[in-house]
């Protein structure tokens, strides 16, 4: 399973911009789509998470991201309004996966490689 991260960027505080993941390989079903992201010296953290029944958000980014989910296009988005300098970080991509193997059903978790974001004047 590979995931590609889209839409890092420069942006001013209190701008807006969108990242995207597409998942792509041989996979039966998506179980849960998610963002992290990390900033230097500190560790990876849980920006928002999407399944089929509910969506999570870290209080940090609550009421100014909004994640959503295309289950056709095995892709997630990341709607980011209101940036601060202080989400500036690498977002990565992440996502749990359901397989079929030697005829039994397995599953795995896969990251993407990151897209940086960057909030500054």
């Known amino acids: 399973v590979q995931l590609v991260e889209s839409g890092g960027d420069l942006v001013q505080p209190g701008g807006t911009l969108g990242l995207s993941c597409e998942a792509s390989?041989?996979?039966?079903?998506?179980?849960?789509m998610a963002w992290y992201r990390q900033s230097p010296d500190k560790q990876r953290e849980l920006v928002a998470k999407?399944?089929?029944?509910?969506?999570e958000y870290s209080s940090s980014v609550k009421g100014r991201f909004s994640i959503s989910r295309n289950i056709f296009k095995n892709t997630v988005h990341l709607q980011m309004t209101n940036l601060k300098v202080e989400d500036t970080a690498v977002y990565y991509c992440?996502?749990?996966?359901?397989?079929?193997?030697?005829?039994?059903?397995?599953?795995?978790?896969?990251w993407g490689q990151g897209t940086p974001v960057t909030v500054s004047l």
């Open positions: 390989g041989n996979f039966n079903s998506i179980s849960f």
């Open positions: 992440n996502g749990g996966f359901y397989y079929r193997e030697d005829q039994t059903d397995k599953y795995l978790e896969a």
């Open positions: 999407i399944d089929r029944h509910y969506t």
